[in-house]
């Protein structure tokens, strides 16, 4: 099946400091990729969606200058959390939607603690 | 407002008993709900999806129903094995668009 790879899988930053996180589809094309994150013992939240070449839509209450997203290809999307703070530490997941199918795929998700 | 509720945060099953997980939800506009199964430090995966045309749906081990003028839906596993055991978001969806996603029932299947 599609596979879709996030990168880095745990990051651990100073609070103040921004991150960047990747999300691939490897061997899809994927005009529209998501943005979550799960708090422990939480559901899934969208953030945003995330299309190619457009800016990214947020969801209600989501901060667009702190959570930048770029989606510069059909096959990767970037999340980067700006000015990170304790409380932005979470699991970041993201998922990418194949341009030919429109089936969801879903990455491994990525660690952030913010120290 | 929580459009997709999973009342049961955890459910413990017997090995090669029925597992029944449960599903409500409250937009109307939903087209199409996805059942995933995630285990801890990873991402979703995609076990099964129903139509909301349809009231059922098999796939090997895995049946999702749909009821929809009760806005609810379930997920049956049977025989549930061990590896089963894992957290289980149901997700509502409308125009092929985002998701939405219910707080998750981590099923728990004993030997």
């Known amino acids: 099946g599609a596979v879709v790879s996030q990168h880095p899988s745990r990051v651990i930053c100073k609070s103040g400091t921004s991150v960047k996180i990747e999300c691939r589809s490897l061997d899809f094309q994927a005009t529209t990729m998501f943005w979550y994150r799960q708090f422990p013992k939480q559901s899934l939240m969208l953030m945003a969606t995330s299309n190619e070449g457009s800016k990214a839509t947020y969801e209600q209450g989501v901060e667009k200058d702190k959570f930048l997203i770029n989606h510069a290809s059909l096959t990767l999307s970037t999340l980067t959390v700006t000015s990170a703070h304790p409380e932005d530490s979470s699991f970041y997941i993201c998922?990418?939607?194949?341009?030919?199918?429109?089936?969801?795929?879903f990455g491994p998700g990525t660690r952030l603690t913010v120290t | 407002d929580q459009q997709v509720k999973q009342n049961s945060p955890s459910l413990s099953v017997q090995e090669g008993r029925i597992s029944i997980l449960n599903c409500d939800y409250t937009?109307?506009?939903?087209?199409?709900f996805l059942w995933y199964k995630k285990y801890p430090a990873e991402g979703p995966t995609f076990l099964i999806s129903i139509s909301s045309i349809k009231d059922k749906n098999e796939d090997g081990r895995f049946t999702v129903f749909l009821n929809k003028s009760a806005k609810h839906l379930s997920l049956h596993i049977v025989p549930s094995q061990p590896g089963d055991s894992a957290v289980y978001f149901c997700?509502?969806?409308?125009?092929?668009?985002?998701?939405?996603f219910g707080q998750g029932t981590r099923l728990t299947i004993n030997p």
């Open positions: 997700a509502g969806a409308w125009g092929a668009q985002k998701l939405v």
């Open positions: 937009n109307s506009m939903f087209d199409y």
């Open positions: 998922s990418a939607r194949d341009l030919g199918t429109v089936d969801l795929y």
